[in-house]
């Protein structure tokens, strides 16, 4: 088998430019069985190890497909870059918060979701400022800025947060008490918190820009989300996305990707020194920044899978009907209908269907 990283470079990529994306495929004679002879899956902390302990290889080995290569999508440097990574056919199965996944479904991108994880928690998305400054809770940020990418968990938690502490987070449509600077780099988050440009953040803080943060004592959590909230119970979940035309094609690659995952995870949790020791090397972060992403609450890698594609339904409509009524400046224009929402949610891979992992 093949290992080889490779970084995705991108200058710029806007909710419009999604609406063109289309994945490159195979020719359009393959058939539903065809075997597909290489496969490009994310590098994520789960599959450097699936890697190194041969649990990808075993499961794709068993449909024929003999090459695997991991690609960095460059979701955590830049956000929405595992998009423009479909667009190149750079990836076959891209990871996104369901949120950002319904938002490029919604702007054209002709994916479907084929797992989605449970409800999320309190800790997935902080909001984040530095320890010394003066502010102690999100009630503090009044007159203030908070940044982070706008089409994310950055964006989607804190504006729950804020708007129920009663200091809603501003939109282009709607005036809040806290603005909101939409900054797609995580590094130039980071700096843009350190500078003191922006008051807080909000983010994973499991991701290594995050991570190194927390680790050396910089910030602290001063908000979190409402344990039975919209973020925690819908748009807060992890999803897995694929173009219809390949998944039609070659539905047991995808199952054979989360067969892995799981079998992955398992042995993750039995062996999080190893793992973490894999993590470090094959993404070439510090050991304990790789042990944290392992371990932090809000790693989102490690969550296990919805069951229910009902369920999956359900959080995108409740999601969407939240955000819009509280000023989302995206959804209104570019959210999908019930009838597509039902069509994006491939009930194949969930309990019941033909491809699950569940059954």
Known sequence: MKLSVSQALVRSISGVAFAALALGMPAPSARADDVLQSINLPIEPWTTVAMAKGFLQEEYDKIGTHEIKLLNPGTAELSGAEAAMLDRGGLAIAQRMIYPATVHRANGLDAVLVW????????????LALKDSPYQSVKDLAGQSLGSPRVGCGWTS???ILDEAGVPLSTRTHQGL??????ESSGAVN???????????ATHTAIPSAAALMLTGQV???????KDGVYVDAAGRVS????????????????????ARDRTDAWIAQHV??????????????LDIAKYEITDPSSFDFMDGEHSADAVVSAIERF???????????????????GQVQTFVDRRFFAGGQYSVYN
């Open 116 to 127: 989605v994880s449970v409800p999320s928690d309190e800790f997935r998305t902080p909001v």
């Open 158 to 160: 804190p504006k729950e």
């Open 178 to 183: 806290v603005s909101h600077e939409s900054i």
């Open 191 to 201: 700096s843009a918190l350190l500078s003191g440009r922006i008051a807080a953040t």
């Open 220 to 226: 602290k959590v001063i908000g979190r989300s409402p």
């Open 240 to 259: 897995y996305f694929v173009m219809r035309e390949f998944v039609d094609k070659y539905p047991l690659a995808v199952k054979a990707f989360l067969i």
């Open 273 to 286: 020194d190893e793992a973490s020791e894999i993590v470090a090397r094959d993404t070439r972060v510090p």
């Open 320 to 338: 969407q009907a939240y955000y819009i009524d509280h000023g989302d400046d995206i959804l209104p224009d570019h959210h999908l209908t019930d």
